[in-house]
């Protein structure tokens, strides 16, 4: 952080659910704060005519344009803002675009908090490094800390086969689907598939919400987040 401020985020997302997701994810992670969000490219716009923003988490497939002519019409406009761009694309191209445009992280769905918060904390790092460089180190010392590691390791017992199969079962799932169900369709414990849709609505893939039947408690229905 610069000045002991903290580095304000504008969360550009056409996904309510993913909205308020990377809202909260933002908020989680010290030094950052959410200072609003917006559905389309015009309502960014709107917001950066009203409020300060440090860093742009911006998807890049926006209702209205696409996220890096979006970037782009801002840089043209005198914002400075970097990018952390948000997309399910794997275009190499795109990314190449990008980083004229200021994007200095990519995020690629469906991630988990602990993948944002390690793009977060490194880009925070980059911003304490900028300076006059005293050599050629220190500057590969400041653009070191943009890159990113091997993927964030998932909680303890969970496995990323099974969690890809559960993935699939659930987001071809339209209604939804009961911890039961999941592992039914998976072959595994209710128990095991009640631990992996936790972990899809901690990194904010999936909601839960109470399924109530004729008789006997309400079971948690889970659903895949639209656009993840």
């Known amino acids: 952080m610069t000045g002991g401020q903290p580095i304000r985020v504008l969360v550009v997302e056409d996904d309510p659910v993913a909205a308020d997701a990377h809202v909260m994810y933002v908020g989680r992670v010290p030094g950052f704060v959410a200072v609003g969000k917006a559905a389309t490219g015009a309502e960014a716009r709107r917001a950066l005519e009203r409020t300060p923003v440090d860093l742009l988490l911006l998807d890049l497939h926006l209702p209205d344009v696409h996220g890096l002519q979006l970037a782009r019409s801002l840089r043209a406009a005198g914002h400075h803002a970097d990018v952390v761009a948000v997309t399910s694309a794997r275009d190499l191209a795109v990314v190449r675009e990008g980083v004229s445009l200021g994007v200095v992280q990519y995020v690629l769905k469906p991630f988990t908090f602990a993948t944002l918060r390690d793009r977060l904390v490194r880009y925070a790092e980059f911003r304490t490094a900028v300076g006059e460089a005293s050599g050629q180190a220190e500057v590969d010392r400041a653009l070191a800390s943009l890159r990113t590691p091997g993927p964030v390791a998932l909680p303890k017992g969970l ?48 909601v839960r919400r109470p399924q109530y039947g004729a008789v006997g408690r309400p079971e948690l229905q889970y659903r895949w987040v639209t656009g993840q």
């Open 159 to 206: 496995s990323a086969p099974t969690l890809e199969r559960v993935t699939v079962a659930l987001r071809d799932a339209d209604d939804g689907l009961t911890a039961s169900g999941v592992a039914e369709a998976v072959g595994i414990s209710r128990i095991t598939a009640r631990r992996y849709l936790e972990h899809l609505v901690d990194a904010g893939r999936a």
